[in-house]
């Protein structure tokens, strides 16, 4: 049953530390989406890929975020540094597609995050 | 900007019995509808994804039905179980907004034995 892996499922750091997300998508999905997770906000959209080209960033904060997809297989997630208001759960979807999806978007268990 | 809000927010109902989930969304133009489900601490899992030009679903116990013009989509659970327990999200994709979806808050559902 293929499926979305992040790692790692749960991080702790304090304030100004660097935080590197890592996901692996499903083998063959082309389009992969950074999303982030908090009882206040719901689910944002934060950054998404397509056949590794980034096409939307603007849901995140430029100046700490960044993300990559350095092969088919990986995506990450870094914030640089870090502040206690990106606590939350990051979250990574993979889907295959076009520009409007046909199929539906398969989600990893998440990456738990607290700043302290 | 594409607003979705989904009602209620938490329900709470007996084993058996059949509820509706709701959800409403601002701007017509959409291409598809999603309904998630989200478990404690998991991911997101796809259970029903209608297109535009559909205007109903099923899987198993689940139907989720689609009315556009309206701007509104109902998820069907026949005879809940307590393993129905999670929340539900909708999501849909929009004519002009490529592959972003925009997610509604989700209603808590918990299924009593």
């Known amino acids: 049953d293929a499926r979305v892996t992040q790692t790692p499922r749960h991080k702790v750091t304090e304030m100004g530390q660097e935080v590197t997300m890592r996901c692996q998508p499903i083998?063959?999905?082309?389009?992969v989406f950074w999303y982030r997770q908090t009882m206040m906000q719901g689910l944002e959209l934060l950054a998404y890929?397509?056949?590794?080209?980034?096409?939307?960033d603007s849901g995140m904060p430029k100046d700490r975020f960044s993300a990559e997809m350095p092969d088919a297989t990986l995506a990450t997630l870094k914030i640089q540094p870090s502040e206690p208001r990106d606590s939350a759960v990051y979250f990574c979807?993979?889907?295959?597609?076009?520009?409007?999806?046909?199929?539906?978007?398969?989600f990893g268990n998440g990456t738990r995050l607290t700043v302290t | 900007k594409q607003e979705v809000t989904q009602i209620p927010a938490a329900l709470s109902v007996p084993e058996g019995e059949n509820l509706v989930l709701n959800c409403s969304f601002t701007?017509?133009?959409?291409?598809?509808l999603q309904w998630f489900r989200q478990d404690p601490g998991k991911g997101l899992t796809s259970l029903l994804l209608?297109?535009?030009?559909?205007r109903e679903q099923t899987s198993g116990r689940l139907n989720a039905s689609l009315d556009k013009s309206s701007g509104r989509s109902t998820l069907y659970i026949a005879a809940s179980q307590p393993g129905d327990s999670a929340t539900y999200l909708c999501?849909?994709?929009?004519?002009?907004?490529?592959?972003?979806?925009?997610f509604g808050e989700g209603t808590q559902l918990t299924v009593n034995p």
């Open positions: 890929f397509r056949n590794r080209a980034p096409l939307d």
């Open positions: 979807a993979s889907g295959s597609g076009g520009g409007r999806f046909r199929s539906p978007l398969h």
């Open positions: 209608i297109q535009s030009s559909q």
């Open positions: 999501a849909v994709g929009g004519e002009t907004s490529g592959s972003r979806l925009t």
């Open positions: 083998l063959g999905h082309n389009t």
């Open positions: 701007d017509s133009a959409i291409y598809n």
